[in-house]
């Protein structure tokens, strides 16, 4: 059986939409995929693009052997990744490669890769970095915490400095995973090295209820009743689900601790579930006012 996330990864994932695994692919491999990154590059769109994939492709199938690209998305780092948040039956949807030549001063907006979608279950995105990115040297930006505001595409574009942005650097062989309506874009390339990023989205087709590594869930799980300004238990996941990012304000965040926990019912099945009373308290007056009606 391969390798999956834990919960506590899991609840990461849920309070701030995306984790991150610094340097986990090899360096023969990372050159190899830059390679074909290259390749890639040229034909793309032609009859001459190297092992291009379809939309709705089962992931595993994209990218066959001998790809280099394939070899990286098959790598037990990714894997558990892939299998844990959208499940081994997940299919392609699209994949891009984003190339910025050192100097390049131009970066896109700010947007979200999404429509506004009310649908609990969720896409993701994989973001491969085959060769180091220096803090000079751009980057991907994103702004933690944003993938449950519901907006769409370039709407947010507006928005600069955001408290809490990332101007993601780290090392080569690294892969950023990010729920598909986190907030992010492109930035410029000041550095004097170009950059080659690799994004590949995909889509679940069943259900994300407890497809990670559950055996520590029961013993991580809060009760439905943990409540931060009553009772609470500081050991269970209900802290790491009630992470504030420095852009929230008071309303914001408990508004997050409401699209949270409904995201967490999602993907533990556990219907009653509950962050600080707001859905119970909710649950319990509603037959009240039917009846008053």
Same mark, same amino acid.
Request: net charge negative.
């Given at each position: 059986?391969?390798?999956?996330?834990?919960?506590?990864?899991?609840?990461?994932?849920?309070?701030?939409?995306?984790? +991150?695994?610094?340097?986990?692919?090899?360096?023969?491999?990372?050159?190899?995929?830059?390679?074909?990154?290259?390749?890639?590059?040229?034909?793309?769109?032609?009859?001459?693009?190297? =092992?291009?994939?379809?939309? @709705?492709?089962?992931?595993?199938?994209?990218?066959?052997?001998?790809?280099?690209?394939?070899?990286?998305?098959?790598?037990?780092?990714?894997?558990?990744?892939?299998?844990?948040?959208?499940?081994?039956?997940?299919? =392609?949807?699209?994949?891009?490669?984003?190339?910025?030549?050192?100097?390049?001063?131009?970066?896109?907006?700010? /947007?979200?890769?999404?429509?506004?979608?009310?649908?609990?279950?969720?896409?993701? #995105?994989?973001?491969?970095?085959?060769?180091?990115?220096?803090?000079?040297?751009?980057?991907?930006? =994103?702004?933690?915490?944003?993938?449950?505001?519901?907006?769409?595409?370039? #709407?947010? @574009?507006?928005?600069?400095?955001?408290?809490?942005? &990332? &101007?993601?650097?780290?090392?080569?062989?690294?892969?950023?995973?990010?729920? /598909?309506?986190?907030?992010? *874009?492109?930035?410029?390339?000041?550095?004097?090295?170009?950059?080659?990023?690799?994004?590949?989205?995909?889509?679940?087709?069943?259900? #994300?209820?407890?497809?990670?590594?559950?055996?520590?869930?029961? +013993?991580? #799980?809060?009760?439905?009743?943990?409540?931060?300004?009553?009772?609470?238990?500081?050991?269970?996941?209900?802290?790491?689900? *009630? /992470?504030?990012?420095?852009?929230?304000?008071?309303?914001?965040?408990?508004?997050?601790?409401?699209?949270?926990?409904?995201?967490?019912?999602?993907?533990?099945?556990?219907?009653?579930?509950?962050?600080?009373?707001?859905?119970?308290?909710?649950?319990?007056?509603?037959?009240? @006012?039917?009846?008053?009606?």
């Amino acid at each position: 059986m391969n390798e999956l996330l834990t919960t506590d990864e899991m609840a990461t994932f849920v309070a701030r939409g995306f984790l +991150e695994f610094p340097g986990v692919i090899p360096d023969d491999l990372n050159a190899a995929a830059t390679d074909e990154l290259h390749s890639i590059m040229a034909t793309w769109g032609g009859p001459d693009r190297p =092992f291009a994939p379809s939309s @709705g492709d089962a992931w595993h199938d994209v990218y066959p052997d001998p790809s280099a690209v394939g070899a990286v998305l098959r790598h037990p780092s990714v894997t558990r990744i892939v299998d844990s948040l959208v499940g081994p039956e997940a299919v =392609f949807d699209h994949d891009f490669v984003h190339f910025k030549p050192a100097g390049d001063p131009g970066f896109q907006p700010l /947007h979200a890769d999404a429509i506004i979608d009310p649908n609990t279950a969720f896409d993701i #995105q994989i973001f491969y970095f085959p060769h180091e990115v220096h803090p000079d040297g751009g980057g991907t930006g =994103f702004v933690p915490g944003t993938h449950l505001r519901r907006v769409h595409e370039t #709407q947010v @574009g507006r928005y600069r400095h955001l408290r809490g942005e &990332r &101007r993601w650097s780290g090392p080569a062989g690294s892969i950023l995973v990010f729920h /598909h309506g986190l907030w992010h *874009r492109g930035m410029e390339n000041p550095g004097s090295v170009d950059r080659l990023m690799y994004k590949i989205r995909l889509n679940p087709t069943k259900p #994300q209820v407890r497809r990670w590594d559950t055996s520590d869930l029961a +013993e991580r #799980q809060s009760a439905s009743n943990d409540h931060i300004f009553a009772t609470f238990d500081l050991a269970k996941i209900g802290m790491a689900l *009630r /992470h504030r990012e420095d852009w929230m304000g008071e309303q914001d965040h408990r508004l997050e601790l409401v699209a949270r926990a409904d995201l967490w019912r999602y993907l533990t099945g556990d219907d009653e579930f509950d962050l600080d009373w707001y859905h119970s308290r909710l649950a319990r007056r509603a037959p009240l @006012g039917e009846v008053a009606s």
